[in-house]
């Protein structure tokens, strides 16, 4: 006699075996917070920030609507400890990749923006005297491809309907960098470089 499966009795006996959570929750297997506190991320990048390369885990850099989050990992606990915070960015984030640096300067970078598509090569620095915070997003590059998305839609386009779309190719001096204009009009291929002030 072939064997039946009982869903309702295989929920039972989970919901059994962990005290105070209600049968209709779903049960993760492993379950662990990491956050020192309650931030929601919509995309997400490792990158060295604050960190040496060769001595130091990376930053933990998040994007949530117009607000970027860089984290340090906390070597005893484990933990992710917010580190700083840059809100009010002048658009909603909706790229973020990390462009490596030589030895141990800080990573760049690369943010794109929803709407109109641009994106922006930026570094954390050093806020200068009498600012009200400690730390800065310097942009050392910004990229406007709206004039590109409206000659390949052979007319304007409302930014609604311009859905950017990027990957980047990174090499030790050099990365390409590919978006999708428009949800798919086109496709602008740019070649970043860098030099002894950054990338450009």
């Not at 499966?5 to 929920?11: D, E, I, K, L, V």
């Not at 117009?66 to 906390?74: D, E, G, S």
């Not at 933990?79 to 984030?93: A, R, T, V």
Request: aromatic share 6%.
């Amino acid at each position: 006699q072939p064997s039946t499966y009982n869903h309702h009795q295989y929920r039972t006996t989970m919901s059994a075996k962990t005290r105070g959570v209600p049968s209709t929750r779903p049960i993760h297997p492993c379950l662990l917070s990491v956050f020192d506190g309650n931030f929601g991320a919509e995309y997400s990048v490792w990158a060295h920030i604050t960190t040496t390369r060769k001595k130091q885990l990376p930053n933990l850099v998040t994007a949530q609507a117009n607000t970027l989050r860089i984290y340090v990992v906390n070597e005893k606990t484990g933990k992710l400890e917010l580190y700083d915070s840059f809100p009010n960015l002048s658009g909603s984030i909706c790229y973020l990749e990390s462009l490596p640096s030589v030895d141990n300067d800080a990573d760049s970078l690369l943010i794109g923006f929803a709407g109109h598509p641009r994106l922006a090569v930026c570094s954390v620095q050093p806020a200068p005297p009498l600012t009200a915070s400690s730390k800065i997003l310097l942009t050392s590059s910004l990229i406007d491809l709206t004039q590109a998305c409206m000659d390949a839609s052979l007319g304007s386009v409302t930014p609604l309907e311009q859905d950017l779309i990027a990957t980047v190719l990174k090499r030790r001096d050099e990365a390409t960098l590919a978006v999708v204009l428009g949800g798919g009009v086109a496709v602008a291929a740019i070649t970043l470089e860098r030099n002894e002030s950054g990338w450009r």
